[in-house]
């Protein structure tokens, strides 16, 4: 599977944005889709992922409550939705095919090029 992100930008902070990745090729594993981030000299950090469990989208304490996936089936779009957005939400984000790997953390496969989030005052 191919995937390439868009809609990023520059946003004031505690504004929203709303990022989509679109998916081209293999079908199999779109349901995997999910995001990742990774600031300005830092390590890559889970956005969303899959549980394991119920296959309810998941997210990390840093952006539950402002962030929300979703995904357009027919047009094999997942989105982002980024809201009450933070100075430490800058990063190029990327989406990719999580899996949950329990205490080792997510692991993401297969990830587009990713799209630049700049929040600021």
């Known amino acids: 599977v191919q995937l390439v992100e868009s809609g990023g930008g520059w946003v004031q902070t505690g504004g929203s944005l709303r990022l989509s990745c679109t998916a081209s090729?293999?079908?199999?594993?779109?349901?995997?889709i999910h995001w990742f981030r990774q600031a300005p000299g830092k390590g890559r950090e889970g956005v969303s992922c899959l549980s394991p469990s119920d296959g309810s989208t998941v997210y990390p304490d840093s952006v539950k409550g402002r962030f929300l996936v979703s995904s357009d089936n027919a047009r094999r779009t997942v989105y982002l939705q980024m809201n009450s957005l933070k100075a430490e939400d800058t990063a190029i984000y990327y989406c990719?095919?999580?899996?949950?790997?329990?205490?080792?953390?997510?692991?993401?496969?297969?990830w587009g090029r990713g799209t630049r989030v700049t929040v600021s005052s």
């Open positions: 090729g293999s079908t199999g594993d779109d349901y995997r």
């Open positions: 990719g095919l999580c899996r949950d790997e329990g205490e080792n953390g997510w692991e993401y496969d297969q």
